[in-house]
Nanobody
């Protein structure tokens, strides 16, 4: 599975962005997907995950109620809708794929290249 993330940019605090992650291959619908982020000088951290069917989702506490993960298996794409953005959301955001649903980065086998999100105060 090859992943291509897009949609990042510069936004003011309180604003919104929607990230997209396009996947290649016919087996996208069999993979659970996740979003992670890494801020300068910090470890990569979990943001959100979604099961292969989309019926299960999970979020980091820091983004609950503000971010929504979704997927369109017909379009081989997973999305991250980010609302009420805060300066501390500034990071490079990565999408990733794994065979089983989960939030641990170690379980993800495939990673996209990352897209920069910058939130100004």
């Amino acid at each position: 599975v090859q992943l291509q993330a897009s949609g990042g940019g510069l936004v003011q605090a309180g604003g919104s962005l929607r990230l997209s992650c396009a996947a290649s291959g016919r087996t996208f619908s069999s993979y659970a997907m996740g979003w992670f982020r890494q801020a300068p000088g910090k470890e990569r951290e979990f943001v959100a995950a979604i099961s292969w069917s989309g019926s299960s989702t999970d979020y980091a506490d820091s983004v609950k109620g503000r971010f929504t993960i979704s997927r369109d298996n017909a379009e081989n794409t997973v999305y991250l809708q980010m609302n009420t953005l805060k300066p501390e959301d500034t990071a490079v955001y990565y999408c990733a794929a794994r065979r089983t649903y989960g939030s641990s980065a170690s379980g993800y086998n495939y990673w996209g290249q990352g897209t920069q999100v910058t939130v100004s105060s």
